[in-house]
């Protein structure tokens, strides 16, 4: 059974810093892996998706690395800005059809610091 | 495009009472996909569907059903509440036929069961 998990639950960092977070998942036969923001008392934003056959995703400040045979996924944050400041979840699809093979990590809580 | 709409936004139930979430996408996805996520934790998928008129169980269908009679709309009904049934419910939708099958979130309805 695939299981996903963030650790650190709950980061904190000074403004201007770079920071990763990590994502690992059990089963490397994933589909693809999803990085959702999800800010208080609101819906999730994706950020980025990547594919089985690829090993990175970027988009302006964010780049999202996948081995998928050592099971892990990082999401690095450059330059960090208090406005990032949110609960960052990972979401691994196992196949790609089957709905109910989608799972999501805990997440970890972001906070950045002025 | 509106993307994933839902309501209510908010929502106390006493025990025993039946409730419908709607949830509306307007991007002409196949698929749809109803959440829950409790505090601290990731997601959970209660029910998913493909297709109009084609529904199936997630990880956590108990005391939940779906139906799925046009493309647009995918309602969640809760039939007898309970208080473990207390969470914030996200509704999502993705294109199936697409290679990534990047999946859309609404806002969340944060219902309370007392």
């Known amino acids: 059974k695939q299981e996903v998990t963030q650790i650190p639950a709950a980061l904190s960092v000074p403004e201007g810093e770079n920071l990763v977070l990590n994502c690992s998942f059990t089963?490397?036969?994933?589909?693809?892996l999803q990085w959702f923001r999800q800010d208080p008392g609101k819906g999730l934003t994706s950020l980025l998706l990547?594919?089985?056959?690829?090993r990175e995703q970027t988009s302006g400040r964010l780049n999202a690395s996948l081995d998928k045979s050592s099971g892990r996924s990082t999401l690095y944050i450059a330059a960090s800005q208090p406005g990032d400041s949110a609960t960052y979840l990972c979401?691994?699809?196992?196949?790609?059809?089957?709905?109910?093979?989608?799972?999501f990590g805990s997440g970890t809580r972001l906070s950045i610091r002025p | 495009n509106a993307g994933v709409t839902q309501t209510p936004k908010f929502r106390i139930l006493k025990i025993g009472q039946s409730m419908t979430l709607q949830c509306t996408q307007d991007?002409?996805?196949?698929?749809m996909y109803w959440y829950r996520q409790d505090p601290g934790m990731g997601l959970k998928l209660i029910y998913y569907?493909?297709?109009?008129?084609?529904?199936d169980k997630g990880e956590v269908p108990n005391g939940y059903n779906v139906s799925r009679s046009t493309t647009e709309d995918f309602p969640l009904r809760l039939e007898l509440a309970a208080p473990s049934q207390t969470s914030v419910y996200f509704c999502?939708?993705?294109?199936?036929?697409?290679?990534?099958?990047?999946?859309?979130f609404g806002p969340g309805t944060r219902l309370t069961v007392l």
């Open positions: 999502a939708s993705s294109d199936g036929t697409a290679a990534d099958n990047e999946q859309f």
């Open positions: 089963d490397s036969a994933i589909y693809n």
């Open positions: 990547i594919q089985s056959s690829q």
């Open positions: 979401a691994v699809r196992g196949s790609a059809s089957s709905a109910s093979k989608i799972i």
């Open positions: 991007m002409n996805h196949n698929y």
């Open positions: 569907s493909v297709g109009a008129g084609i529904t």
